[in-house]
């Protein structure tokens, strides 16, 4: 199939991109490089160019004859969109629709959505389920809640096939060791717990030990990265096999506390990490874990990495590898 990827020079976009080629798929990347790495993506078809740019949208889409578009590209940091609450609602639900009406005007088929488990706030029950009520508590999470409400009803309206992918914490790397996660700033807790480890910053903070959590500190599910590419490919594979739209959880159905996190990441480094504890972080929600069983059940997904120290040792092996990130 043709199939355009915005973000496709991303952290989660780069590793879809790779199980797509590896598929034989053929991928156009669009990405405006604000976040993502050419390196990410070489040998790749890639435009630079954002998805606020409908003429361009439409030159990639009808000339390229795009069947099926992976939509990463967005703002993605909880803290940042409570402080920038436009940017996010103009990235992610304005060019969002932007990139919507493109695909329809265009006769695109699918759509596979990047969406998160922020879309659920703070959970009146765990595993979330994907009948969980979605009250984000954050403009991250209720932007990508947004998209997801206009993808139903263009869904109604125009026959736009679609399937929102509600990630949980996505983490470690492709094992081939040369890609991976590099974001400026780094703000997410395992990349940052490998810097602590290899001496590039002085210490890990811990934002909060007063959650009503076993050690006071977040529970999240961490998911490896490729089980999430993989999740796109099934997505993609059923809708083109006839399966309507659907928006599937995707996690591993165990939490781990950010000091379970740095526990493991010791043993797996082999170095210490220095903690310091610090304030909570506006808009995180105590503890996040998914059911996944709906993917399992109904696409036949399995994870492949489903334990925290494997998805670090993928994480550490891109890491010290490629300690400056991508570029330097
Ligand atoms: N976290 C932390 N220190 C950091 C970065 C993150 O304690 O330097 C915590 C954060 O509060 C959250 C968890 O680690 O509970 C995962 O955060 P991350 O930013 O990786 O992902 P998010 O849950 O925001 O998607």
């Not at 053929?26 to 976040?35: A, F, G, H, M, T």
């Not at 993506?41 to 069947?67: A, M, P, W």
Request: hydrophobic share 40%; aromatic share 8%; proline share 5%.
């Amino acid at each position: 199939m043709n199939i355009l990827v915005t973000g496709g020079a991303g952290y989660i976009g780069s590793h879809t991109v790779r199980a797509l080629v590896n598929k034989k798929h053929r991928v156009v990347v669009l990405d405006n490089l604000s976040k993502g790495h050419p390196a990410a993506v070489k040998e790749i078809e890639l435009v630079r160019g954002d998805t606020s740019d409908r003429q361009l949208l439409k030159r990639l889409l009808t000339g390229c004859n795009i069947e099926a578009v992976m939509h990463f590209a967005a703002s993605s940091l909880v803290g940042e969109s409570v402080r920038l609450p436009s940017d996010y609602y103009r990235n992610n639900v304005v060019n969002g629709l932007t990139l919507l009406d493109a695909a329809v005007e265009a006769g695109v088929r699918y759509f596979v959505f990047s969406s998160t488990a922020a879309v659920y706030g703070e959970p009146i029950e765990v595993p979330i389920t994907e009948n969980h009520p979605a009250t984000p508590l954050n403009p991250y999470g209720a932007t990508k809640l947004a998209l997801e409400g206009a993808m139903r009803w263009y869904g109604e309206a125009y026959g736009l096939r679609y399937t929102s992918l509600r990630y949980f914490n996505a983490a470690g790397a492709d094992p081939a060791g040369d890609i991976g996660e590099d974001h400026e700033p780094e703000t997410h807790l395992i990349p940052l717990v490998m810097k602590a480890a290899l001496g590039l910053i002085p210490q890990l903070e811990i934002f909060g030990d007063d959650y009503p959590t076993p050690d006071g500190t977040c529970v999240r599910d961490y998911i490896h990265v490729n089980d999430l590419a993989d999740a796109h490919i099934l997505a993609l594979e059923a809708m083109a096999g006839g399966a309507g739209s659907n928006i599937y959880n995707l996690g591993n159905g165990n939490g781990y506390s950010v000091l379970e996190v740095i526990e493991t990441a010791k043993a797996v480094t082999g170095s210490s990490i220095p903690v310091k504890y610090a304030a909570r972080r506006a808009g995180d929600p105590a503890v996040l874990v998914a059911g996944s069983e709906r993917i399992k059940d109904e696409l036949g997904w399995r994870p492949a990495f489903p334990g925290l120290r494997e998805i670090i040792e993928t994480a550490w092996r891109w890491h010290s590898n490629h300690p400056g990130g991508y570029e330097k």
